[in-house]
């Protein structure tokens, strides 16, 4: 059973548009909702995280938007732009020692 | 910074044929996982080890075995190699209550 479940499987968006990707779980235990972004050819790296008593979380262009009551929560690219292209995954972790990870989501951004 | 080794980055065999992906990590973390990413279904955690010669299934262990003999040293064998067993494999490591993990670049296996 998929612990954390992410979707769109892919997006296309226009240069300087809004990214939005979704995540939902389960598990109430998780404590940490990070996402990792993955280049080609390279492994994924972390992108930006959040613990589940703050709602949101912005660094620069990207912000995490969490909804606890719904179990879910979001990342939002602003301006998009080309060098964003890669595949973003949400995950949840259970006191830093299991991690689960959504299916991810490949991200282009057209010029 | 810290630096996840995987030993090679493409590997080509034929079916039945042993398997051995190695992975180095230089910063005395205690925990190292093997993750499968396949597209479409993500990252599914095969082991992980939590400790040297301590070893846990993950998710889909089957025709999968790990060894850790070393700290830094946590090695994904496959016994058996299988078509379905084509991927890539990635390595992981983090320290002990610590949230985020450390990926190498992955190795793509191609089983024939």
């Known amino acids: 059973q998929q612990q954390v479940k992410q979707s769109p499987q892919s997006l296309i968006v226009q240069k300087g548009g809004i990214s939005i990707i979704n995540c939902a779980y389960e598990n109430t235990a998780f404590d940490y909702f990070p996402w990792y972004q993955q280049f080609p050819g390279k492994g994924p790296a972390l992108l930006i995280a959040?613990?589940?008593?703050?709602s949101e979380k912005k660094e620069g262009r990207f912000t995490i938007s969490f909804n606890k009551s719904a179990k879910q929560f979001s990342l939002h690219i602003m301006d998009s732009q080309p060098g964003d292209s890669a595949t973003y995954f949400c995950a949840a972790s259970l006191s830093g020692n299991q991690f689960y990870f959504g299916t991810g989501t490949s991200l282009t951004v057209i010029p | 910074d810290v630096k996840v080794t995987q030993s090679s980055r493409y590997l080509v065999k034929r079916t039945g044929e042993k398997v051995f992906l190695e992975c180095v990590q230089d910063m005395d973390h205690e925990n190292m996982f093997w993750y499968r990413q396949d597209p479409g279904l993500g990252l599914r955690l095969i082991y992980f080890?939590?400790?040297?010669?301590?070893?846990e299934k993950g998710d889909i262990p089957e025709g999968y075995s790990v060894s850790r003999e070393k700290k830094e040293r946590f090695s994904l064998i496959l016994e058996s190699a299988s078509t379905n067993q084509t991927s890539m494999y990635l390595c992981a490591s983090s320290l002990p209550g610590v949230n985020i993990q450390y990926f190498g670049a992955g190795t793509r296996l191609s089983v024939l």
């Open positions: 080890s939590y400790d040297v010669k301590m070893k």
């Open positions: 959040i613990r589940p008593d703050v």
